[in-house]
């Protein structure tokens, strides 16, 4: 059964500092999403991760994935204010390749205070 | 180019009851795929539709049933609701090949 794992859970960090987020998996697979999400509301898409080394970057956030240590980071370069929400990455399950079928990971709700 | 667009948003209903949900894809998204997130947890997939059939099915009771119609919109019914079916739930879509999947506002859901 493929396991998403993310740290740390909780990310209380200054404005102006850089901190990543790790996302790990248990199996195989080529295609991660992240996704912010803000009190009360739904999902929104931040980052498509298609294949072992890609990155991304927007802003102040950049995304990598390592398919070989089943591993992806969140990178937060000078956090601002504004970036206070929870982050989840998610994993297309596994059957016959790209399923849109995601396994969330626990979430990383991040705090940045002034 | 509307979103995909869910209803109703919130809705309480009592331990028992049936419930339905409401999905409209995003244009052109043929694929629809229902997740439920409790509170504190990141979202749990529910079932995927295709084609007016079940692809993919998660962890959930029969009591979580679904349909597509021809248009591609969808509907979650849960039976016999139960105090722990209290969640947000929200509806994906997504078009071949699958890049980027698009999630709705989603329906908040309250079991009393």
């Known amino acids: 059964e493929l396991k998403v794992e993310q740290n740390p859970l909780f990310l209380s960090m200054q404005e102006g500092k850089n901190y990543t987020i790790y996302c790990n998996y248990s199996?195989?697979?080529?295609?991660l999403y992240w996704y912010r999400q803000d009190p009360g509301k739904s999902l929104e898409s931040l980052f498509v991760?298609?294949?072992?080394?890609a990155v991304k970057q927007e802003g102040r956030l950049m995304a990598s994935l390592d398919t070989k240590a089943r591993l992806s980071t969140l990178h937060i370069t000078a956090a601002v204010h504004d970036l206070s929400a929870t982050y989840f990455c998610a994993v297309d399950g596994i059957w016959g390749g790209a399923t849109n079928k995601l396994i969330f990971g626990t979430g990383t709700l991040l705090a940045v205070q002034p | 180019d509307a979103g995909v667009t869910q209803s109703p948003t919130h809705l309480i209903k009592t331990r028992g009851q049936q419930v339905t949900l409401r999905c409209s894809p995003k244009s052109g998204h043929d694929t629809v795929s229902w997740y439920q997130q409790a509170l504190g947890q990141g979202p749990q997939f529910i079932f995927q539709?295709?084609?007016?059939?079940?692809?993919q099915r998660g962890n959930f009771p029969d009591r979580f049933s679904g349909h597509q119609f021809p248009n591609y919109s969808s509907e979650l019914n849960v039976n016999a609701l139960l105090l722990g079916d209290s969640a947000l739930y929200l509806c994906?879509?997504?078009?071949?090949?699958?890049?980027?999947?698009?999630f709705g506002e989603g329906s908040w859901l309250t079991v009393v």
């Open positions: 199996t195989t697979s080529d295609r």
């Open positions: 539709y295709y084609e007016e059939e079940e692809r």
């Open positions: 991760l298609l294949s072992n080394g």
């Open positions: 994906a879509s997504s078009l071949e090949p699958r890049n980027t999947i698009y």
